[in-house]
């Protein structure tokens, strides 16, 4: 089983920055590529953001790329989404997601193990 925790959501003013962190435990975290996903109120999950098992491959949704960075230490059992720029279309719960594939995917159902989410507000 893994467990995964979010962390570094909250409000943020149009404009500005804010850094998630989602830490694992339960697994070698390095044996899967890792996915950041956010759904907002009356919409469906949709994907943001995903890296490779070594990190050394990354994707990104349209709507955040050249915007949104994710990285991973697998020292620490960490991925994160750096989020600069933000929009009050970025509003959502973002959902930290891990998958037993080494490569980073767009696709929901390739991750079997998801976190609680954490609150992302930006105001405008």
């Known amino acids: 089983q893994v467990q995964l925790v979010e962390s570094g959501g909250g409000l943020v003013q149009a404009g500005g920055s804010l850094r998630l962190s989602c830490a694992a435990s339960g697994r070698t975290f390095s044996d899967g590529g890792m996915g950041w996903f956010r759904q907002a109120p009356g919409k469906e999950r949709e994907f943001v953001a995903a890296?490779?098992?070594?990190?050394?491959?990354?994707l990104y949704a349209d709507s955040v790329r050249a915007r949104f960075t994710i990285s991973r230490d697998n020292a620490k059992n960490t991925v994160y989404l750096q989020m600069n720029s933000l929009k009050p279309e970025d509003t959502a719960v973002y959902y930290c997601?891990?998958?037993?594939?080494?490569?980073?995917?767009?696709?929901?159902?390739?991750?079997?193990?998801w976190g609680q989410g954490t609150q992302v507000t930006v105001s405008s």
């Open positions: 890296i490779s098992r070594s990190g050394g491959s990354t």
């Open positions: 997601a891990a998958s037993r594939l080494a490569y980073s995917t767009g696709n929901g159902s390739r991750y079997s193990y």
